[in-house]
């Protein structure tokens, strides 16, 4: 650009001089030179003649008039010619100007134009990028939905091929002292506030351990307290000791999740996958700190050929299933825990496991 | 996590052609009628989307977030929640009570407290009616997430919900069917707070 300017200017300059440069045209300095100088004729033969008489001076002063007058004439003339210059000069850098303006601005069409074409040739890219990664997507998402139709299918009537999460109630509860008491060596005896063993507001909300036992909460625990005041065991609990971010407790047994309730429940990070109390968590193998609340399970007991538990007393099988599997004089179905059950009505015995994904 | 775990709900809607994103009234009794329970019709989204866009259950998504609950509710599941609303969780507890509950200290006690009011599966009212029917008018139950039993009746054209410990709620306003379960707002509480709020 800047060497387009440069040129240009040259190019403008260069008209200048020539036209300045033209024969038998006046221009400012050449008028000048040939214009006839009165001053010269003034000169010391000039005085020599104004020393002759009256008709010789009346006769100087109408040479001198009419000298004078054609002087004017001439500047006259050559002022009309050089605004006539200058506004051919002002017109040629008016259409170079324009031209350059032109160029400048064709250059900059051009750059847009291939800027544009370069966006849209990266826009393409992208664009198939994101195509490609929807088409992974959808083949990622039809395999799953082919695999859950497949396995939709799949009616488990032996009791051996369903795998089932491992539940013990009593996993609950960590017999003992905590460390942190243990270290105090008092009996064991809990931090005042427990010692007060004042019943909170929300302390019936633990009630599904042991109502003869007394529970008392404090710092993410629920503490088990015999009757001499002293600690007998402890659970941690979701949203106080068990959190994103909180090591999981060493004393603290947990169950592995079975590679179905992974698959049916979309795991897809790389933890260890563990169950607790009805919660499956998400820990770093590495650490074992805790990095993902998961799932929330019944831990209900449905084996097949047994009674169905309490508690499944209304049809609730997911909307994807619910064309294939319907309450009838023969079968009910309930769901529970990434399994739908078949159940004979009349008995209430357990007949089938059916898996909604692997 | 997250993302697999809506992309296989979605991808189930479509294996079965019985989802749709029209509307988020459900339908269904599960009674022997293969169209009617294919004619469920799940809105998109999740229950945490659910409860955040209901005006009357802001208080329920609060502690859904606080108890670190969301992630299991956005998940597969499928989970039905009775939402108390605003005003159910205001009367039952107080306003010191339920400030107290929403404050990281009481996560604990905020997830013990949800997860009474979340059952497996999915259950609409017409699933409830319909159970309620099929047994001669008589209550059914349904046993949530923190082992505690829920028991359907009849109140008139109402479903009344209790609990054993004496909590009583009726469902109230419209349930909404989403991808990975029901929200039923309800008008009480299905856990009692053990000393009256002050």
Same mark, same amino acid.
């Given at each position: 650009?800047?060497?387009?300017?440069?040129?240009?200017?040259?190019?403008?300059?260069?008209?200048?001089?020539?036209?300045?440069?033209?024969?038998?045209?006046?221009?400012?300095?050449?008028?000048?030179?040939?214009?006839?100088?009165?001053?010269?004729?003034?000169?010391?033969?000039?005085?020599?003649?104004?020393?002759? %008489?009256?008709?010789?001076?009346?006769?100087?002063?109408?040479?001198?008039?009419?000298?004078?007058?054609?002087?004017?004439?001439?500047?006259?003339?050559?002022?009309?010619?050089?605004?006539?210059?200058?506004?051919?000069?002002?017109?040629?850098?008016?259409?170079?100007?324009?031209?350059?303006r032109?160029?400048?601005?064709?250059?900059?069409?051009?750059?847009?134009?291939?800027?544009?074409?370069?966006?849209?040739?990266?826009?393409?890219?992208?664009r198939?990028?994101?195509?490609?990664?929807?088409?992974?997507?959808?083949?990622?998402?039809g395999?799953?939905?082919?695999?859950?139709?497949?396995?939709?299918?799949?009616?488990?009537?032996?009791?051996?091929?369903?795998?089932?999460?491992?539940?013990?109630?009593?996993?609950?509860?960590?017999?003992?002292?905590?460390?942190?008491?243990?270290?105090?060596?008092?009996?064991?005896?809990?931090?005042?506030?427990?010692?007060q063993?004042?019943?909170?507001?929300?302390?019936?909300?633990?009630?599904?351990?042991?109502?003869?036992?007394?529970?008392?909460?404090?710092?993410?625990?629920?503490?088990?307290?015999?009757?001499?005041?002293?600690?007998?065991?402890?659970?941690?609990?979701?949203?106080? !000791?068990?959190?994103?971010?909180?090591?999981?407790?060493?004393?603290?047994?947990?169950?592995?999740?079975?590679?179905?309730?992974?698959?049916?429940? %979309?795991?897809?990070?790389?933890?260890?996958?563990?169950?607790?109390?009805?919660?499956?968590?998400?820990?770093?193998?590495?650490?074992?700190?805790?990095?993902?609340?998961?799932?929330?399970?019944?831990?209900?007991?449905?084996?097949?050929?047994q009674?169905?538990?309490?508690?499944?007393?209304?049809?609730?099988?997911?909307?994807?299933?619910?064309?294939?599997?319907?309450?009838?004089?023969d079968?009910?179905?309930?769901?529970?825990?990434?399994?739908?059950?078949?159940?004979?009505?009349?008995?209430?015995?357990?007949? !089938?496991?059916?898996?909604?994904?692997? | 996590?997250?993302?697999s775990?809506?992309?296989?709900t979605?991808?189930?809607?479509?294996?079965?052609?019985?989802?749709?994103?029209?509307?988020?009234?459900?339908?269904?009794n599960? @009674?022997?009628?293969?169209?009617?329970?294919?004619?469920?019709? +799940?809105? &998109?989204?999740?229950?945490?989307?659910?409860?955040?866009?209901?005006?009357?259950?802001?208080?329920?998504?609060?502690?859904?977030?606080?108890?670190?609950?969301?992630?299991?509710?956005?998940?597969?599941? +499928?989970?039905?929640?009775?939402?108390?609303?605003?005003?159910?969780?205001?009367?039952?507890?107080?306003? @010191?009570?339920?400030?107290e509950?929403?404050?990281?200290?009481?996560?604990? @006690?905020?997830?013990?407290l949800?997860?009474?009011?979340?059952?497996?599966?999915?259950?609409?009212?017409?699933?409830?009616?319909?159970a309620?029917?099929?047994?001669?008018?008589? +209550?059914?139950?349904?046993?949530?997430?923190?082992?505690?039993?829920?028991?359907?009746?009849?109140d008139?054209? *109402?479903?009344?919900?209790?609990? +054993?410990?004496? *909590?009583? *709620?009726?469902?109230?306003?419209?349930?909404?069917?989403?991808?990975?379960?029901?929200? @039923?707002?309800?008008?009480g509480?299905?856990?009692?707070? &053990?000393?009256?709020?002050?």
């Open positions: 650009m800047r060497k387009l300017l440069l040129t240009a200017g040259v190019l403008a300059m260069s008209v200048a001089t020539a036209n300045a440069a033209k024969p038998g045209e006046n221009r400012g300095g050449g008028a000048r030179a040939e214009q006839p100088r009165g001053g010269g004729e003034r000169g010391p033969g000039g005085r020599a003649e104004n020393r002759r %008489g009256g008709n010789d001076r009346a006769q100087r002063g109408g040479e001198r008039r009419e000298m004078r007058m054609a002087q004017r004439e001439n500047r006259r003339e050559n002022r009309a010619e050089r605004r006539e210059n200058r506004g051919e000069q002002r017109a040629d850098r008016r259409e170079d100007r324009g031209e350059r032109v160029e400048r601005r064709d250059d900059r069409r051009e750059r847009r134009v291939e800027r544009r074409g370069d966006r849209f040739e990266r826009g393409d890219d992208r198939e990028a994101r195509a490609d990664r929807r088409d992974d997507r959808i083949d990622r998402r395999d799953r939905a082919e695999r859950r139709a497949e396995r939709r299918a799949v009616v488990l009537r032996d009791a051996r091929q369903v795998q089932r999460l491992r539940f013990d109630r009593g996993v609950g509860l960590i017999d003992g002292c905590p460390p942190g008491l243990a270290r105090r060596n008092n009996g064991c005896m809990p931090p005042g506030q427990l010692r063993r004042q019943r909170a507001w929300y302390n019936n909300w633990w009630d599904r351990r042991d109502d003869a036992a007394d529970f008392v909460y404090d710092d993410g625990y629920l503490y088990r307290l015999a009757p001499s005041g002293a600690v007998a065991g402890f659970v941690p609990l979701l949203g106080g !000791a068990l959190w994103p971010g909180q090591t999981w407790p060493t004393q603290y047994n947990a169950y592995d999740v079975p590679d179905y309730y992974a698959d049916y429940y %979309g795991f897809d990070d790389p933890y260890d996958y563990r169950l607790a109390d009805g919660v499956i968590y998400g820990l770093d193998p590495q650490t074992q700190a805790i990095q993902s609340i998961l799932a929330l399970v019944t831990d209900n007991d449905w084996q097949i050929g009674q169905m538990p309490d508690g499944y007393g209304v049809y609730n099988v997911p909307y994807a299933f619910r064309d294939q599997y319907f309450d009838t004089a079968s009910w179905y309930r769901y529970d825990d990434g399994y739908v059950y078949q159940v004979d009505p009349t008995t209430q015995l357990i007949q !089938a496991a059916i898996q909604l994904i692997t | 996590m997250r993302k775990a809506l992309v296989l979605a991808a189930a809607c479509l294996a079965a052609a019985g989802c749709s994103d029209s509307g988020n009234q459900a339908a269904g599960g @009674q022997g009628n293969a169209s009617a329970n294919a004619s469920v019709a +799940p809105s &998109e989204g999740t229950i945490v989307t659910a409860l955040r866009g209901n005006s009357d259950l802001g208080a329920t998504a609060a502690l859904v977030d606080s108890a670190g609950l969301a992630s299991v509710l956005e998940g597969v599941g +499928p989970y039905t929640i009775f939402a108390p609303t605003d005003a159910a969780l205001q009367s039952g507890l107080g306003e @010191q009570h339920l400030g509950l929403r404050g990281e200290a009481m996560r604990p @006690q905020a997830a013990a949800l997860r009474a009011h979340i059952v497996p599966g999915v259950l609409t009212r017409r699933d409830i009616v319909a309620i029917e099929a047994a001669h008018n008589e +209550p059914v139950e349904m046993r949530t997430m923190a082992d505690t039993m829920l028991t359907f009746a009849r008139g054209e *109402a479903i009344l919900v209790s609990t +054993p410990d004496g *909590a009583r *709620a009726r469902l109230t306003g419209e349930e909404s069917a989403v991808g990975n379960g029901v929200v @039923q707002p309800i008008e509480m299905l856990r009692r707070a &053990e000393a009256q709020p002050g």
